[in-house]
């Protein structure tokens, strides 16, 4: 059974910073291409970083230089640092897995987490 479980979301004033972690079990994490993506009220959800299985990483422009995403194969987890947030960050934030086909996964397949919420007040 595939698991993302996402942490360390809450209530921080702008300026602040919080760190997401995603424990991801059942998938075959180090091949896996991971990524953290975020919704909004009213919003479509949206890509905020994106991490490869090699370690090569990219960004929402809105996000550049603020935030840092990385990747512990040998705990299968994932991270996001975030550093000057802002209100706008404001939302829902969500890992994803993008498993390849290997073993027993036949097909590429996108797993997602439950998400947990990131407030940030003015």
């Known amino acids: 059974q595939v698991q993302l479980v996402e942490s360390g979301g809450g209530l921080v004033q702008a300026g602040g910073s919080l760190r997401l972690s995603c424990a991801a079990s059942?998938?075959?994490?180090?091949?896996?291409?991971m990524g953290w993506y975020r919704q909004a009220p009213g919003k479509q959800r949206e890509l905020v970083a994106a991490?490869?299985?090699?370690?090569?990483?990219n960004y929402a422009d809105s996000v550049k230089g603020r935030f840092t995403i990385s990747r512990d194969n040998a705990k299968n987890m994932l991270f996001l640092q975030m550093n000057s947030l802002k209100p706008e960050d404001t939302a829902v934030y969500y890992c994803?897995?993008?498993?390849?086909?290997?073993?027993?996964?036949?097909?590429?397949?996108?797993?997602w987490g439950q998400g947990t919420q990131v407030t940030v007040s003015s």
């Open positions: 994803n897995a993008d498993q390849p086909p290997s073993g027993s996964f036949y097909y590429r397949t996108r797993y």
């Open positions: 059942g998938i075959i994490f180090s091949i896996s291409a």
């Open positions: 991490i490869s299985s090699g370690g090569s990483t």
